[in-house]
C-alpha cells in the first residue's frame, strides 16, 4: 500500500456518459497530481492541486474536471466520454516544496468506455 | 516545455545479464531531477533511481545505477544482475527544481517495455 488511495480501481462506461474518480493523497501530502494514461503510452499530466487550490494545469480537456476538497481527496469529472476517454489515470500525491522527492502514486483506475 | 524521449520501446535481456535504458531529455534550465520508475504488470508506478542535476556522481541503489551526462542530457538506466521480478515498464521523468508556482509536475518519456528471458 503506497499511502495514496484510488476509486474505484475499474471503471466501465457508455459514451456521453459522466463518471467521478476519486482519490485520498497520503497522509501529511498537500498537493495531488493527476496524470492520464492511454493504451502503451507515457503518463501525460493533467493538473495538480495544492490544498485546495489548482496549481498547474496540462492538456486538460475541457469535458474534465478536478477540484481538491478541505480534507485533501481530490476528485477528477470526466464528463461527454468519449471512446479515447479509455486509459488509466494515476493520481499522485507530494508535499509541494518536495525538493524531487516525495512522489507517491495510487494504483491507478482504469476507466474503459463502451 | 520540457520533453523528455525514450527511443527504445522494447528491450530484453537474458536473466543474470546487464541492460541499459536509454533517455534524453530537452530544458533549458539548469538545475533539476531526473527519475527513472518501474511500471509492472500491477500497473503501480514504483520509484527505481533519482538523480539531482548538480550532483555530478551517478546516483545508485544496489542493481540498479545510472549514466548521467548533463552536458549531453542523457540519463540512462543499467539494470545488473537482470532478475525476472525486473520484467517492466519503465519510464524516464523530468521535474524542475525551481519552487515556482506549478513547476512540481513530472514530465514522463513513453517508456520502455523490458523482457527478462529466462
Known amino acids: 500500500d503506497s499511502g495514496v488511495t484510488q476509486t474505484p480501481k475499474h471503471l466501465i462506461t457508455a459514451t456521453g456518459q459522466r463518471v467521478t474518480l476519486r482519490c485520498s493523497p497520503r497522509?501529511?501530502?498537500?498537493?495531488v497530481y493527476w496524470y492520464q494514461q492511454s493504451l502503451d503510452q507515457g503518463l501525460q499530466f493533467l493538473i495538480q492541486?495544492?490544498?485546495?487550490?489548482?496549481?498547474a494545469k496540462g492538456n486538460i480537456l475541457e469535458r474534465f474536471s478536478a477540484q481538491q476538497f478541505p480534507d485533501l481527496h481530490s476528485e477528477l469529472n470526466l464528463s461527454s466520454l468519449e471512446l479515447g476517454d479509455s486509459a488509466l489515470y494515476f493520481c499522485?500525491?507530494?508535499?509541494?516544496?518536495?525538493?524531487?522527492?516525495?512522489?507517491?502514486f495510487g494504483s491507478g483506475t482504469r476507466l474503459t468506455v463502451v | 516545455a520540457q520533453t523528455v524521449t525514450q527511443s527504445q520501446p522494447e528491450m530484453s535481456v537474458q536473466e543474470a545479464e546487464t541492460v541499459t535504458l536509454s533517455c534524453t531529455y530537452d530544458?533549458?534550465?539548469?538545475?533539476?531531477?531526473l527519475f527513472w520508475y518501474k511500471q509492472p504488470p500491477s500497473r503501480q508506478m514504483i520509484l527505481v533511481i533519482r538523480?539531482?542535476?548538480?550532483?555530478?556522481q551517478n546516483a545508485t541503489e544496489n542493481r540498479f545505477s545510472v549514466n548521467f551526462q548533463k552536458a549531453a542530457k542523457s540519463f540512462s538506466l543499467k539494470i545488473s544482475d537482470s532478475q525476472l521480478g525486473d520484467a517492466a515498464m519503465y519510464f524516464c521523468?523530468?521535474?524542475?527544481?525551481?519552487?515556482?508556482?506549478?513547476?512540481?509536475?513530472?514530465?514522463f518519456g513513453t517508456g520502455t517495455r523490458l523482457t527478462i528471458i529466462p
Open positions: 499522485a500525491s507530494s508535499v509541494a516544496t518536495s525538493r524531487g522527492t516525495g512522489y507517491t
Open positions: 497522509s501529511g501530502d498537500l498537493s
Open positions: 492541486y495544492y490544498n485546495g487550490e489548482e496549481r
Open positions: 530544458t533549458s534550465e539548469s538545475d533539476y531531477y
Open positions: 538523480q539531482e542535476a548538480y550532483k555530478q
Open positions: 521523468a523530468y521535474r524542475s527544481a525551481y519552487e515556482n508556482f506549478g513547476n512540481e509536475k513530472l514530465t
